[in-house]
Nanobody
């Protein structure tokens, strides 16, 4: 059974930073592309960033490009998302995902999420 457990969220002031982590189990992590999604209050699920299985390709939504960095450690089955220069509009529940099909898909297994709240 695929299990994804996110952590690292919290309350931070605008301009601040956070690093999210996601520990994966139940599948061969190193063989799968992975991604981060987010859902802001009252809005739909949004793709944030993706990374290829062998860590050689990363991609970002325009809204976070240059501010967020995705990475992975296949030795520890861990996915990361470094968030910097945070804005109030980054406030959302952040989910780690094993996407189905394209790395930018919002369909696929995901964890319970970790809340990021950015105050002005």
């Amino acid at each position: 059974i695929v299990r994804l457990v996110e952590s690292g969220g919290g309350l931070v002031q605008a301009g601040g930073s956070l690093k999210l982590s996601c520990v994966a189990s139940g599948f061969r992590f190193r063989e799968y592309d992975m991604s981060w999604l987010r859902q802001a209050p009252g809005k739909g699920l949004e793709w944030v960033s993706g990374i290829s299985a062998n860590d050689d390709k990363t991609s970002y939504a325009d809204s976070v490009k240059g501010r967020f960095t995705i990475s992975r450690d296949n030795a520890t089955n861990t996915l990361y998302l470094q968030l910097t220069s945070l804005k109030t509009e980054d406030t959302a529940m952040y989910y780690c995902s094993q996407p189905v099909g394209s790395v930018s898909s919002t369909i696929g297994a995901r964890g319970r999420g970790t809340q990021v709240t950015v105050s002005s």
